[in-house]
């Protein structure tokens, strides 16, 4: 009998804008891995979809990421934010969270 192993469960993301629009506090725990395969690493990416470009685009192997925004690319703006884990055996889907529009209101 072969045993049957798949990529991690996608990871259920969490979004936080702080400091007044220009930092987004991206978090997810760690998703299920079938067979117990270790997470090797997360693949983040933000779009501005209100400009229609691209952010960012990394990897890292913690459960957290912190994007800074220094020219107001999350004030104003519409974004989307996804992630992905990475194992050995593949990567889930990718998981995405849309913000609204961020005024700057606290």
Do not use: C, H
Not at 11 to 23: A, D, R, S, W, Y
Not at 79 to 100: D, H, I, W, Y
């Amino acid at each position: 009998m072969v045993a049957v192993t798949g990529p991690p469960l996608t990871p259920n993301v969490t979004l936080m804008v702080l400091n007044e629009g220009t930092v987004l506090n991206i978090s997810w725990e760690e998703p299920y891995s079938p067979e117990g395969f270790p997470i090797l690493s997360y693949y983040v990416r933000v779009e501005n979809v209100t400009s229609n470009i691209s952010l960012l685009q990394d990897r890292t192997t913690s459960t957290y990421y912190l994007f800074n925004s220094t020219d107001n690319a999350i004030l104003y703006s519409k974004l989307n934010v996804t992630v992905r884990a990475e194992s050995s055996v593949g990567s889930s889907n990718e998981a995405g969270q849309k913000t609204r529009e961020y005024l700057g209101q606290t």
